[in-house]
Each structure stands twice: as structure tokens, then as C-alpha cells.
């Protein structure tokens, strides 16, 4: 037995984390600069500081009020979920909260020491840059991985014993698992819609006031809500970015875990394989260690030596990097698969029956999860890159008014869902095809399994955004400007396709957990032509719509006390216009925690409430039909999902798009003929069209990944007390669920059923196991049933085994 | 045997139609004014005119192409679809055309008329006005009921000689039918889609060149796109709403039928009724009927007395007729159920067996339809409405700018997706619960039974507004001009709630269709856990969201062709604007007539080639499969139903909202304390909002009315290629199907298959009976394979009864 495998994962995680602390080490050590940079930095870091403070007190009552509501859960009668769910939600909150944290301190004690290297190089200021970035993914994989692998540990050895007992334990196990991912994700809602809006509302204020009515340009010092502004991109971009991409590393790995439960069970309960039965467990927890490892190699590729280099070298540096982690996570893939699981399995493929397939395929599925991580990135740049076709056309719609812009700009957004969904959708058939929903889940899993790599392209966006505006705001050289607005720009286009990573990521963690919400409650599927599945699908769908419109409503009201607040500190503070006083930056910070923290509420309450009323209102309209309501929570879900991809496909895309439009006028762009500027009435037409982007791409489309994430997570919590929906039903009316070994995965489509072949001649029962794809088992039970003159015999009432006569 | 009652919808189409005609005569005899106004008039009319002819040779291509497609289909093996449906496909798409025609020649002859007699009077106007609206209500009304039940008259004798033969023929019956209804939604979606496109592309191609470049007014004579603008108004809002309705109310009786004939095999397949065996089938006929004669009373209610009466009098005088139909629908409904239903019926509900329902539910269902068309309106009219909280809100956020006004309209109608999906999800369970599928087919059909004074209130919103129009190039004196304003400010309203109203219709419909699709297939459900069909899910889901997009981009490139020919004629032909020389008018009508046709292709094409992708696609994957590939296009239909109602509430509603916060800065607004009014840059603001929110509302929001309903037909259509999916493949392995007696519904559930009492006792075979709600033939039937000694003795191979050996 080799189920030393089971600690490889921590191991990993925690050669991630010693990386990590050593990295982090090297990047505290640069000098920071002096002293004016010094003091904004310190504004900077003390600003995020401050709201994470604020909004961990608030998350605080929150965990301790869903953790009464879970512990509650777990004492309902006929729930198996055991109580330790909650220390699991609690430290997987904790976990986030603290990958959150540490990523946005390193995050904002590395901007100034970038805007202090550029000074010198552009390539130190990459190597700085990235390095913060490194850190802040390696501390979020890691710290994943080992939360979740050491709960599985625990728990494994808790409720099995450390050893294979039977598929209903190891659910347990993965029951209370979910807890940690729901801790995770809940906390990741507020952090990204809370961040969000912070950011924005920040970001906005500080133009309507600074740029529009003062006239002063962006990052200027006399602005009481730079430093706002500034504290904005930290907590939207990095702790915001790593709370959701935290998120869906854990939620895709336990799906992963409960599909490969499921796998064991499809094989007939137990495989003895080398890795004490649970190779097919271990499995996506190992892809996710190894990817670590190769993230930390990947990191390593990514420098500079040209110190003239441009955009185009340093986004080549950072794709080799993030190509050499992919391939090399693809080749250990092939490796783990043929060495974890065993050679030929048998999965249940719904509507098609049970198939022998090569573990093989499983193998295939990862890598369609590799490649769908790196065609969105492709499509997302196509629809938002500088100077692409789409790009270029809502430039064009510029001259002729805001009105065609905006029209322009929600067309693109709206058409990009054309390719990103036709992919998602392929990428879902072919990898359930290759290896049913078991497939799907690990093409997430390998998908997800460059998470550090992929954290660390885009963390150091953002530091380099700071870095260019620590640089404005000290009034440094041009030169280092120049530099860090190399480095900037390229972040914003590992921001778009980064966004693009982690819809992706997020659509198809939903979809594992989906499915594995599926199994847990053991319902048949999920039936949209039962009209309460039906409204269900529709009101699923419609609240990521209501859910977006709360976040950019959300940001127009705390712009608004963002804009009151910096007019009364330009009235009642003299001498800020004239750089002699100070203004109160400080206050601004609180405005806009304020205003986040308020604002994150509602959508929240959305978010979780939702799912649990429909449980309520299902059980008081038909009291124990599980099955039914079981059906219609995944109705929900599925709507959320689709409904989910689609706006923040839709959202994120128009709002890059919109962004690259106005920045082309930087350059300068032909428009009928003519070169047009920034200043011209097209360009104050493509501001209009940003405006409108802002919420879009950076408040309520990246909301949406956890919006979706989430609404499945608790599902998957509910789940055990929709359990076993339908045999509960059935058991109650008649024992005919008794012939156990004719029932195929608690299906209630009876095609292996040998009660069919009463009607059959023995040579007609058989073909009909052939063509349904019964295993050897149960064809063996169904023909057992004949009598030596092949007249069939009806088994005996109340025995276990259908055919007991004959024995 | 009361088979009269076949003809009744029949007789009461002829009431309508005769009326119609009477009607019409009155409106033709009115004045139609002097020299110059009948020359505007007629250009508007050949305007219209053109563009029909154009779009009807278009039209009559794609009919003889889809014909052949559809004549194939019936020569496919196996395909039991009868050659017929063709003639009735054609005569579909022609009666479609034909009501769209005769409701566009009308109102292009009310408008002027309407102007003579404004000069009058506000109530002569009303009168004029109105009753070109009640001329096109009961000409779609009653084609459509003519149509319907003539074909279905005749098919019913065709097929199955006049009498009751079998659940199968009547199904024979039913998909022939389907013919009638696929023709008119094809029509509609061109008339729907080019006549929006049309539309705002004559409307901002007039504003960009003549309010904004030459600084002319609206409805100027000088402008050459001014008669394209009115043209634009007719072809839209009249013929296209026109077809949308005829097309909704052709689809929800039918779908109310085929469910009907599916209640009737609920229940044994032979009900004995006095209506020939059919009275489920007929009823949504008779309603439909019955509704024409009410919609006549309503109509002949709407008159004011008052000659100084305001908007809010006009509005009244509407309101009265419209409830007055609505209730006198209601109570009809209540004796046509009392009097064509059996008292009790037994209906299947998935998830929860078989059950005995009062025929009083069916009506309650009707009136919940009834109550869901009342409230769609105060919810439209809340959200978009002058002076309303979220209007007022737009008018407050466009002090801050274009984008600010653009993010609160967006939210606006995101927002209002809450309401309207909780409304619908609520009628869709509650009528499912009353009396299940044909409870929420027969709420839609009682919604619909209005339709001719829901059209007769529509249309006259655009007659009012050419009025309007005609005074203002006739340069008649200004009480003129503010009487037929009057109206035209109702007929904003009424064109707000009309759409409510349409897309409330259309989602019934579709959900109608659904069920009806699933009977016809005889699928046991849609079960989106498995891969394929969730994958389809997602790209139905996408389809209203790429579609909107096409036709937003589409009105900005046939826009901009009027812009550069408005231009030329300025440039190329002296004296128009001094008043000397004439535009040439028809030019312009060609560029939109050209624009719209050529872009109106892509949409039908994405719309119709979908669904056939999807099947083929399934074949080739899949092969005999039928079950599944049947579950796969029932996925995409239920993922374009979900998005595309959701996309339609909110491009109507934001586009309903920005428009009339627009309108709100012309009797002037406060925002920030100040009263701001027309020319204003808040009001500038609430322009580009009115241009982004103009597409959505005239063109691409509307159009998912019909997306959503012929993606279900289609489906529909094609049902019979895919039928009885599961026993097709089953029949080929065993003959457990044969077993007709025992199985409910042609369903797999096999919740009342004897051949699971094998395990059992007699007295729990019997208990698993009454648990299951099994009927008492059902019941009977698997009692019977008990022998004297409760030995249970199984069903004889081969033998069409289970129970044959008793016999």
C-alpha cells in the first residue's frame, strides 16, 4: 500500500509556502525608497489595512451566525453531516481570509520597492514586481492545498480510520470537507464584491471630483482620494483576486473528490488499488500538489535582461513562464493518471449506460482543461486587447456620440459570449464524454492547478499600477514613470485574461459541484420538464442580472459619498489645491470602507439566502418528497450557472473592450480619415463608454465567478438533508429498492432491473443486458432468474437478493 | 354528442371578422383631409406598402425553401409527420402576413384621419384613432382563430374521420397543426426583427442628420428620412407587434391542445364527453373564440365624452374597455371549464405520481393567467413609467454625466428582472400545481383570449403618434398638434405595457410549448445532469444574448446607410432646406427598406439554424439515441426560454425607463434643487441614454418574444423525427414495452409497472399501487397476476396485455 501519496499534497504545499516566506524575504529586503514615497506607501498600505480590518470584524459575526446555522443543520433529523463541518467552514475562512491578507501586504509593501527598482532598471523592477506577485500565489495555492489535504487527512482517519471502509463513510468524509470550501467562498463573496465596489467607488470619486471638476490629473497628491484610489486596486485586484481564485482551487479540487467517490462507487463500492482504495481521490489533490512545483519553476522563467525592452518582451517573459507551468502540469497529468488510477474503470454515463473506459481518457479530460484555460485567455485578449478588430469598431462608433459607443461596447460584450460559451459548452460534452462528470471535474483540476502561476501574472498588475502611481505622487523622474507604465500596461492585459482564467475556472468548478451536488443527494438527475424545476431554472437565472444591478448601483452610491466628501475637504481644508495643507486621506479611505462594507450586504443576503428558501419553501409545499426539492435546488443552481457565465462573460469582456477603446485615443487613432486624440469629442464619447465599463468589468462581472461558486457550495452543504431523496420515497411504499444488485447507482431508470425480464424469454433478457450495458453482475442476476426450462421465476418478496430462490 | 361546440371558435372569428370589416368601412369613410396632408399620407402608405412587398418577396423565398425542408422531414423513415403540415406551413406564414398587412394598411389610412379629426375634437380622435387599433386587433384575432380551427377541423376529419379514434391520431393530428403555427412565427420573427431594425434605423438616421447636423425638427418636412421615420413607426410597432401576437396566440392554442390530448391519455385515452371525446382539446379553442366577442365589447367601451379631458381620462377610457374584456374572459372561462370539462380529471405530475383534480382548477389556472397579464403591466409601468421612482432616479444620475445615466438605466432594467421572474416562476408553479402543464398552457390561452384589445390599445399608440406627425409636416394650427399629443403620450404608455404584456405572452407560450414538446417526443423528462443536455442549456442561454447583439449592430450599420444618403440629398439637391425643392423621400425608404431585409438574415438564420444543428449534431454523436438527443435540443430550448425572457424584461424596460426619463426634462425636473430643463447637460445626458436604450427597447428586446417562441416550435416540429425516443430504442432490444395497459403515459418512471410487484406480496403490490396514485385500471391490472394462492405469476412473453395468461 502506497498511501504515503496521500501526504505528497502537503508536502508540496508546503515546499509552496517555504518558497514562498523565502521569496517574500528577498522582496521585503529591497530598499523601499525615500522618505516622501515612504509616507504614501505607508498611507497605502495602513488605507487596506484599515478596510480589512473593518471588514474582518464584519465577517467575523458573519461566520459566527452561519456557523450557528450550520451546527444547527447537522442536529436535523436524518442529517448525516457530522458537526465538524463548522470547524471546517471556520478555518476554511480563516484560510481565505488570511491568503487575502497576506497577499495584499506583501502586495502593497511591494509597490514601493517597484517604483524604487525602476528607478535603476526596467528589469529589476519586473523581477521586484513579480516577485510580490509570486508570493502572493504561492501563499494562496499553498495554503489551498494544505487546508484542504489536511482536512481530508483528518478527516479520512476520523470517521474511516486512515483505511477504505465504504463509500457512504468517505461521503462523510467529503461532506464535512465541504465545509472548508464554503468557508472559503463565503468569505471570498465579500471580499470580491466588497473590493469591488471599493475599488470603483474610489476610483470614480476620485475622477468626478479630481479630473472632471478640479482638473487635476489622476495619482496627484492634492486628491484626498488618491490613496483611496490607490488602496482600491489592492483590495479589488489582489486580495479581491486571490479570495475567488482561493475559492475555486478548493471548490474544484473537493468536487474532483467527491466524483472520484463516485467513480469507486460506479466500480462497485471498492478497487483496492495501491493508494488504499482511494486512488481516484487522491487524484485531483495530487495534480493541484505538483502544480504548485510547477508554478515555482514557471515563476523562476519569468525576467527580463533587456533593460530597453518593451510591452511585447515582458508579456513574452510572463507567457513562457505561465506555458512552461502548463505543459509541464499536462505531462505530470499523464503520469499521476496512469499511476494513480486503475487502467480500465467503469463509469455510469447517464442516458447511455454504464461504459468500461481507459483511465486514459481520464487523461484527456486534463488536458481539454488545460486548453480551455488557454483559449479563453486567447478569446478574451480578442475582444478586449488594444487595437483588435472588436476594439477598434466601438473606436470608430466614438465619433458619432456616448450613445453608439455604449451601443458598440454591449454589443461586443454580448457577442463574446458567442465563442466563450460555445467552448465552455464543448469543453463540458467532450470531457463528461471522455470520462463523465469524473472528466469534467479534472479538467477544472488541471485548469486550476497553475492557480499560483496564473495569481502571480496577476497580482503584479496591480503592484505595477501602485508603483506608477507612487511614482507620480513623489514626482520622480519621467524615466521611472515610463518604466512602470511598461509594466502597467501589460498587467492590464493579464487583467483582462486573467478575468477570462477565472470565469473560465469558475463555470467549470460549478459544473463539478454540480454534479457532485447531484450524487450527494442521490436523486436521478434533475428533471426540467417538473414545472418547479422549471421556475426554479428561471429564478436561478435570474439573479445573477438583480445581483449585478445591485453592485453597480452599489457603486454609484458610494462614488456619490466619495465625491461629497473630497468637495467638502476641497471647501473646508485651504491650501490643498495649493500643495501648502494636507488633505485628510485618511477619511476618504473610511468613506469608502464604509460605503463597501454596506453595500456587500445585500448581495450577499441574495447570494445565500436564495438557495436556502427555496429548501424551506419546497419542504413546506411538499413536506418529504426530497427528491423533488432536491431537484428543484438544482434547478437553481443550473440557472445561476448559465445565467452566471453569461453576464460576467457579457460583462467583463464589454467592460475591457470599453477601457482599450478610450486608451487607444492615448495614441491616437484614424477615425474617418482623420487622427483623433485624447480631448476630442470621440475620446470624451469612449470616457463615457469606460464609465460604464468600470462596475461592469471590475465590480459586478468578477462578482459573478462567486456568485455562481457559491450558489453550488451550498447546495452541496444542503444536500445531505435533500439525501437520498428518492429512496427515502420508495422505501416507504414498497421494498422493491431491496434488489440492491440490480440497481445500478440508486438509478431509478431500471435498465439493468431484472424485474424487466419477466415478460422475456431468457435469450431476450440476456440481449437486453447486452445492448442496455449492464455489468457481468447484474446480467448474471437477471438470467439467474430462469428456471432449467427457462421459465422465469419472480424472486422471492423480501430478500435481499432478487433471485435468493436459486440459492 | 354536442360536437357543435367545434365550430363555435369558428362562427365567433367570423363575429369578429365582421365586425372587423364594419369597422373598417367607418374608419375609411372618415374625412382624410386636405391636399397636403393626404400627400404625406400617401407617402407614408406606399412607404409601408414598399417595404411590405419587399419584405414579402424575401418572405416567399424563405417559405418555398423552408417548405421543401419541411415536405423532407415527412419522407424521413419513420417520421409518422403527415405531408400535410406543409399546406399548412405555407397558409400559416400567409395568414401571418396577410393580418400583418391588413393591420399596416389600416393604420397608414387611420393616421390622417386621426389628424382630420383631432382637428375637431380629442374624441372624434380618439374614436378615429382607436378604431384603426380595433381594425387591426380583430383582423389578427380573428385570422388567427379562423386559421386554427379551421385547419384543425379539417385535419380532425381528415386524420381520424371527425370522431375519436386515438390518443395517436389525435397526436397525428396535433403535429400537422404545428405546421400552422411554425408559419406564422417564421413570418413574425422577419417582421418582428426587420420591421425593428427598420424602424430605429430610419429614427436615428433622421435624428443624427436632421435634429443634430442640419438643426431641423423632428417630423420636418425637409427632412428626407421624416416619411422612412413614420414609415418606420407603422412597420414596427404595428405590423411586427401585429405578427408577434398573431404568432403567440396561434402557439399558446395549440400547445393548449396538444396538452389537452395528452390529459385525455391521463386518463384512459378515451373521456366520452359530449364534445366528441375532445373536450380538453377544444376548450382553449372556445376561450380564444369567446375572447373575440369580449375584446368587440371592450372596444366599443372606449370613448371620452370630455373634449378638455388629459392623458389621464384617455387612459381611463382604455383601462375600462381592457378590464371589462379581461372579466368577462374571466367568467366565460369559469362556465367553458364547468361545461366542456369532465368534473374530475386524473393527471400525471411528475415527481409526485398521478393525481384526481377537480376540473375547477383548470380554471383557477385560467385566471391566474389573467391576473399574471394584468400585473406584467403595473410592474412594466412601475419600472419605466413618467415620475416613477426608478425613471426619477435615471433623471437624478444624468446630473453626473452620460455614463452615470447609462450605468442607472442598465441597472434600471437588470433590476426589473426580479419582479417579472418571480411573477412568471410563481404562475408557472401554481398553475402547474392546479392543474399541471395544461393548467399553465390554459392560463396562457386565457391571457391571450384578449389579444385583439390588447392589439386594438397597441396600435393605436403608433396611429397616434403618425397623427402627430402628419400635423406637424402639414403645418396645422397647435391645438391640433397638442390633441393628437395627447393621445400619443397614452399611446407611450400603452406601447410600455404592450411589450409587458407580449413578453409575458411569449414566455407562457414557450413554457407551453416545452411541455407539448416533451409529450410529443415522449420523453420521460429533460434531465440537465447529463453533460450533452446541461452543454445545451448553456447555449441556449446564449443564443438571446448573441441574437440582441446582431440586431443592435445591425440598426447602427442600416443607421449609418441613411445618414450618408440624408447627407447626399442636403449635398446634392439645391433648395431643400429653404422648402423649394422636395427630398426625395422614396430613397430613403429603400435604403431602410434594403438595410433592414439584408439584416434581418443573420438573426433567422442563427434563430432556425440552431436547433437543426443541434439534432444533426446529436445523430451524428449519438445515432439512434433519440431519448437523449430529444433531451439535448429540449435543453437548448429551455436555456433560450430563461435567457431570452430574462434579456427581453430588460432591454424593454431599460430602454422604456431611459426613454421616459429623457421625456421627464420636458415639463422640466429637480435635480439637486435646481429645476433643469430641455437643453440642459443632465438632459444631454438622458439623450445618449434615450439612444442606447432605443435598439433595446424598438428592436432587439422585443424580437426575443419571438426567438423564444420559435425556438420552441421548431423544436416542436421536429419532436416527431426524435418520437418516442425511449421506446424506440427500447422496442429494438425487448418487447417489455408491449405492456401498453401497464404503463402510464409512455413513461420509464414505471411507477405503475406491475412487473415490480414480482418482489412483492399481493397486499403490498397493492399498497405500492395506492401509494403511487396508480389508476384503477393500473391497479387492477398488476392485482391480476396473482394467482388464487397470491402467487405472482408472470406476464406471458409477446402478449399485448401483462395479465394476458388470466384471460
Redesign the interface.
Known amino acids: 500500500m502506497n498511501t504515503i501519496m496521500i501526504w505528497v499534497p502537503v508536502i508540496m504545499a508546503l515546499i509552496g509556502l517555504s518558497f514562498m516566506f523565502l521569496k517574500r524575504a528577498w522582496v521585503l529586503k529591497q530598499d523601499a525608497g525615500d522618505g516622501k514615497m515612504a509616507s504614501i506607501s505607508d498611507y497605502i498600505y495602513e488605507g487596506a489595512l484599515a478596510f480589512l480590518k473593518a471588514e474582518y470584524r464584519l465577517l467575523a459575526v458573519f461566520v459566527l451566525f452561519a456557523s450557528i446555522v450550520l451546527a444547527g443543520i447537522t442536529f436535523l433529523p436524518g442529517v448525516k453531516t457530522h458537526l465538524l463541518i463548522v470547524v471546517a467552514f471556520v478555518i476554511g475562512a480563516f484560510f481565505s481570509a488570511l491568503a487575502g491578507n497576506m497577499g495584499m501586504k506583501i502586495a502593497t509593501k511591494t509597490n514601493v520597492r517597484t517604483t524604487q527598482a525602476a528607478r535603476s532598471s526596467l528589469s529589476q523592477a519586473l523581477k521586484v514586481s513579480f516577485g510580490g506577485g509570486t508570493v502572493m500565489g504561492l501563499g494562496v495555492a499553498g495554503l489551498a492545498v494544505l487546508g484542504l489535504t489536511s482536512f481530508f487527512i483528518f478527516f479520512y482517519h476520523f470517521f474511516m480510520g486512515g483505511t477504505w471502509t465504504s463509500i457512504e463513510d468517505m461521503t462523510v468524509v467529503l461532506e464535512t470537507l465541504a465545509g472548508f470550501s464554503l468557508g472559503a467562498e463565503s468569505i471570498a463573496l465579500f471580499a470580491r464584491v466588497g473590493g469591488g465596489i471599493y475599488t470603483k467607488a474610489a476610483d470614480v470619486g476620485a475622477d ?1 471630483v479630481g479630473k472632471v471638476e478640479a482638473g487635476i490629473p489622476e495619482d496627484d497628491p492634492r486628491n484626498p482620494a488618491t490613496i483611496a484610489d490607490n488602496v482600491g486596486d489592492n483590495v479589488g485586484d489582489v486580495a479581491g483576486m486571490g479570495a475567488d481564485l482561493f475559492g475555486s482551487y478548493v471548490a474544484t479540487v473537493l468536487a474532483a473528490m467527491v466524483l472520484g467517490n463516485y467513480v469507486i462507487k460506479d466500480m462497485g463500492g471498492n478497487i483496492q488499488d495501491a493508494f488504499g482504495g482511494i486512488g481516484p481521490i487522491l487524484l485531483p489533490m495530487s495534480i493541484a500538489g505538483f502544480g504548485i512545483l510547477f508554478s515555482i519553476i514557471g515563476t523562476l522563467l519569468v525576467k527580463i535582461t533587456d533593460d530597453n525592452a518593451k510591452e511585447a518582451q515582458v508579456q513574452k517573459a510572463l507567457n513562457k513562464g505561465n506555458w512552461v507551468a502548463i505543459i509541464l502540469t499536462a505531462i505530470s497529468c499523464f503520469f499521476l493518471v496512469q499511476y494513480m488510477l486503475p487502467q480500465s474503470m467503469r463509469m455510469e454515463f ?3 449506460g454504464s461504459q468500461e473506459i481507459s483511465s486514459m481518457r481520464v487523461f484527456y479530460a486534463t488536458i481539454i482543461g488545460l486548453i480551455v484555460g488557454g483559449v479563453i485567455s486567447s478569446v478574451t485578449e480578442y475582444y478586449t486587447g488594444l487595437g483588435t478588430k472588436p476594439v477598434m469598431a466601438i473606436v470608430q ?1 466614438s465619433s ?5 459607443n ?3 461596447g ?3 460584450g ?2 463574446s ?2 465563442p466563450t ?2 467552448l ?3 469543453a ?2 467532450s470531457s ?2 471522455l470520462a ?2 469524473y472528466g ?1 471535474a479534472l479538467a477544472a483540476s488541471a485548469m486550476m492547478a497553475t492557480t499560483a502561476m496564473q495569481l502571480a501574472i496577476d497580482a503584479f498588475g496591480p503592484i505595477s499600477d501602485n508603483a506608477g502611481g507612487i511614482a507620480e505622487m513623489s514626482e520622480l523622474p519621467k524615466e521611472v514613470r515610463t518604466r512602470t507604465d511598461i509594466l502597467d500596461s501589460v498587467g492590464n492585459t493579464t487583467a483582462a485574461t486573467g478575468k477570462g482564467f477565472a470565469i473560465a475556472s469558475a463555470a467549470l468548478t460549478s ?1 463539478a459541484l ?2 457532485a451536488y ?1 450524487t450527494f443527494t442521490g436523486i ?9 424545476v ?6 436561478g ?2 439573479i445573477p ?2 445581483f ?3 453592485a ?2 452599489s ?2 452610491k458610494a462614488a456619490m459619498d466619495m465625491v461629497y466628501e473630497v468637495r467638502r475637504q476641497f471647501k473646508e481644508i485651504p491650501g490643498i489645491m495649493e500643495g501648502t495643507a494636507k488633505p485628510e486621506y485618511a477619511k476618504c479611505v473610511a468613506i469608502s470602507t464604509k460605503a463597501a462594507l454596506r453595500e456587500m450586504m445585500l448581495p450577499g443576503v441574495l447570494t445565500i439566502g436564495f438557495p436556502i428558501t427555496i429548501v424551506l419553501l419546497g419542504k413546506l ?2 413536506g418529504d ?1 426530497n ?2 426539492i432536491a ?1 428543484m435546488l ?2 437553481y443552481m ?2 445561476v450557472t ?2 452566471g ?2 453576464w460576467a462573460v ?1 460583462q467583463n469582456n464589454a467592460g475591457g473592450a470599453w477601457d482599450n477603446a478610450k486608451k487607444s485615443f492615448e495614441a491616437g487613432v484614424m477615425i474617418n480619415g482623420e487622427m483623433t486624440y485624447k480631448g476630442s469629442d470621440a475620446h470624451k464619447a469612449a ?6 465599463g468600470d ?1 461592469f468589468k471590475d465590480t459586478s462581472g468578477p462578482s459573478m465567478n462567486i456568485l455562481i461558486k457559491l450558489s453550488c457550495l451550498i447546495g452541496l452543504v444542503i444536500a445531505p438533508i435533500l439525501g437520498n431523496g428518492s429512496h427515502t420515497m420508495l422505501d ?5 429498492m ?2 440492491e444488485s440490480c440497481h445500478h447507482g440508486g438509478q ?3 435498465h439493468c432491473d431484472m ?2 425480464c ?4 431468457k435469450e ?2 440476456a ?2 443486458c447486452d ?2 450495458h449492464c455489468t457481468p453482475e447484474e446480467k448474471e442476476a437477471c438470467l439467474s432468474c430462469y428456471d432449467a426450462n427457462g421459465k ?1 421465476v ?6 435481499k437478493s ?1 433471485c435468493a430462490h436459486k440459492k
Chains 1, 2 share one sequence.
Open positions: 468626478l447517464f442516458g447511455e462608433k458619432t456620440g456616448a450613445g453608439t455604449v451601443i458598440a454591449l454589443a461586443t454580448m457577442v459570449t458567442f460559451v460555445l465552455f459548452a464543448i463540458i460534452w463528461y464524454a463523465g462528470f469534467v459544473l454540480f454534479a447531484v436521478d438527475g434533475i428533471n426540467i420538464f417538473k414545472a418547479p422549471l421556475a426554479m431554472l428561471f429564478v437565472g435570474m442580472v438583480v449585478s444591478a445591485l453597480m448601483n457603486v454609484g409545499v411538499y418528497n427528491q423533488l431537484e438544482g434547478g443550473a440557472g448559465v445565467s457565465v453569461l457579457f470616457v463615457t463608454g469606460d464609465t460604464v462596475p416507504k411504499h414498497s421494498n422493491m431491496e434488489m431509478m431508470m431500471g424485474t424487466k419477466a415478460t422475456m424469454t431476450e433478457c440481449k437486453m445492448s442496455l422465469f419472480p424472486p422471492t418478496s423480501g430478500k432478487c
